[in-house]
């Protein structure tokens, strides 16, 4: 389960019912911790999520049979705490990796640690974990569209419009990553791909009942590329 996922479903009403139940019945559980301690993340109740999962840590035995719920608890506290201690937060995610898991069990994790380090300008890591998460999981389009961020801001345009490019083979419908594939072929020099790839963009926003970031987007770049004009 996602708890994104679950926001506003039945799915996520039962899931809290049952496992406020299990809670009810022992105390300090670190599965019902877990599951419950990110719905309450999710939804917004930061207070009581983090409340909930630090609670699963402390009663969470030692030894590599635990790994998979520690690795969740570890996983959406640092989620929890991202916003407001960008430190703590790599520290969890970093002891999330470190369980005895399978590299694809931890993808969530590697790839929310390699944004933190992005913004604290630590690219190059950043960089390692993102392709090891790719090299891993090349189905994830997010893994090589965060890649392709990433390769964009060290400016290696052409691994980064491989990387755009990959991604939307994945996932044709992601707007925000034609977005991006346009201004690195723009940077490029490639004017007609960043016009066809601008055009893209702003078309699925409007189909996805985006209206307002479409003009946005149209305004923000008619400056830099006449949309109309013909490819010649």
Known sequence: YRPEQLQGTDKADRLRRSMQEWLEQEPGHPYACAKLGALE?????????????????????????????RYELLLHLGIALSSENTDQAIELYKQALAQALDVRLGLGARLNLAALLLQTNKIDEAIQLTTTACQRAP????????????????????????????????????????????VARLVGGDIDGARGSFREAIALLNSQGKGDQARALRDQVSGLVKLDEVNA
């Not at 389009?141 to 083979?169: F, V």
């Open 41 to 69: 993340v999710a939804d917004g109740d930061r207070v009581q999520g983090i409340a909930l999962l630090r609670e699963g840590l402390a009663n969470l035995g030692e030894g590599d049979e635990h790994a998979a719920e």
């Open 139 to 182: 189905e994830v389009a997010l893994a090589w569209y965060n890649l392709g961020l990433m390769q964009r801001r060290k400016g290696a345009i052409k691994d980064a419009l491989q990387s755009y490019e990959r991604a939307l083979s994945l996932e044709p419908s992601h707007a925000e990553c034609h977005q991006n594939l346009a």
